[in-house]
Every structure is written in C-alpha cells, then in structure tokens.
C-alpha cells in the first residue's frame, strides 16, 4: 500500500487471512528524500514468548550522510492492562542491536540505568518493570530491538522506538 499521509497518529493492523497466525511485516517508508518530515515514533504490539518467538521491531537511521539521532527504546508489558490489554507480559526486557547482530544496549527495569535522563524526554514508562535504552547518539544505520520476557515469562508486549529531538 502506499499513502500519502498528513501529520498525526496512525496505527496499522494485520491480521492472518481466515485467522490464520505467523510472522508480519509492517514498514514505513518517507518517499520524498527532499521533504521535511520525520518519524516521531515507530511500535508494534505482539505475543512475547520464548526462544526465536520473542518481539523483534527493527529501525533504520538515515539516510547514510544524516547526523546521529537521539532515539528512546521501550519495552512495556504491564502498562498494557491500564488500556484494557490482556495477558500483557509481566517483566519485559530489551536488547538493542546493530545490523551485524552485535548487542549495543540492553535494559531490564528502565529505572535502573538512565532513569533521570529517560524522565526528561516525557516518555518513561509507566511501571517500573518495563524496560527503556535512551541512546543519545546513534549513527545513521539499520538497527533492531528484542522484547523478551524475564524468565522466559510470556504475554502481550509492546516495542516502541522515538525519535527524540
């Protein structure tokens, strides 16, 4: 599909054919290299479970040239309920990881790393089981983020990656 769309909110939803279950992609592309715009924010919204069935959510900085963005990574799971959310994952966690698989960060409670500078962007999360990385520059790239649950726990999480600026 592809669509012009004015500033705001959008939330995309795929769903198997027939309620049928596997693997989706859903990716968001800016057409226009000499417009202005900028993604705020990227999420997705899945079953965690174990093994290679953990939440992966993947981001790209750029282009190539671009300067180093500023982004925050969350990994929440028992906020979820506040919006009605079943099964959400109790004690989420999250790596960060370059295109070559390398981890570059990784948090487990966001409270206990950055908490004073995660607070300050307006956007930590809601309970203090979730997970949040903020990267205050991280250079132009392809990159991915992994929700896993504490314990090999499982239920509904949430990875959202911000653009800060």
């Given at each position: 599909m592809v669509q012009v769309l004015n500033p705001g909110k959008y939330t995309i939803i795929v769903r198997g054919k027939n309620n049928t279950t596997g693997i989706a992609v859903v990716e968001a592309y800016d057409l226009d290299p000499a417009g202005l715009s900028q993604l705020a924010n990227i999420s997705t919204r899945g079953l965690v479970q174990t093994g290679d069935n953990v939440l992966i959510g993947g981001f790209v900085v750029g282009p190539a040239n671009a300067a180093p963005a500023k982004v925050?990574?969350?990994?929440?799971?028992?906020?979820?309920?506040?919006?009605?959310?079943?099964?959400p994952l109790p004690d989420?966690?999250?790596?960060?990881r370059n295109?070559?698989?390398?981890?570059?960060?990784?948090?487990?409670?966001?409270?206990?790393?950055?908490?004073?500078?995660?607070?300050?962007?307006?956007l930590a999360p809601?309970?203090?089981?979730?997970?949040?990385?903020?990267?205050?520059?991280?250079?132009?790239?392809?990159?991915?983020?992994?929700?896993?649950?504490?314990?090999?726990?499982?239920?509904v999480g949430l990875?959202?990656?911000?653009?800060i600026p």
């Open positions: 925050l990574l969350r990994g929440i799971g028992p906020s979820l309920s506040n919006f009605g959310v079943p099964g989420p966690m999250i790596e960060l295109s070559d698989g390398t981890k570059l960060a990784s948090n487990d409670d966001w409270k206990s790393t950055q908490q004073t500078d995660i607070q300050a962007t307006g809601g309970d203090d089981h979730e997970s949040a990385i903020l990267i205050p520059e991280i250079a132009p790239g392809s990159y991915t983020v992994i929700l896993a649950g504490k314990g090999n726990q499982e239920g990875v959202e990656v911000y653009n």
